[in-house]
């Protein structure tokens, strides 16, 4: 019997939308841009987020600027409370996909172990 993983994942993914964690997310994420001023935070620490992540690809320190600045905003995100309800919804969602990735990886963790 030939075997469509692909049919399987697209299928999680179906599943993987009307799960609690992923419908509280989108709530979250909903009101947090209600509130222009925390959503324009929100995406100002997404795009500190990703140039930090970039320059660490990259091999490059960060400036001394540069960190204060990341840590000023994080600072300013961690205390919305919108922001921290989308967090919290995410850390949830994060949470469920380590634990499908663990099964998904299983076989593979099981053949290294023997």
């Known amino acids: ?3 469509n993983i692909y ?4 299928q999680m993914e179906r599943e993987l939308r ?3 964690e992923y ?3 989108v709530k979250a994420f909903g009101e947090m841009k209600k509130d222009p001023v925390a959503y324009k935070l929100f995406q100002d620490f997404q795009e500190i987020q990703i140039n930090v992540q ?6 490059e320190d960060l400036t ?8 000023e905003v994080a600072t300013k995100v961690g205390d919305i409370e919108v922001v921290k309800s989308l967090m919290d919804k995410e850390r949830n969602l994060n949470q469920l996909l380590g634990d499908i990735n663990q099964i998904i990886t299983k076989p593979v963790q099981e053949l290294y172990r023997n």
Not at 7 to 10: E, G, I, P
């Open 1 to 3: 019997m030939a075997i």
């Open 7 to 10: 049919d399987t994942a697209n």
């Open 18 to 20: 009307e799960t609690t």
């Open 23 to 25: 419908q509280d997310l």
């Open 54 to 59: 970039q320059k660490q690809a990259n091999g």
């Open 64 to 71: 001394e600027d540069e960190m204060t600045h990341a840590r």
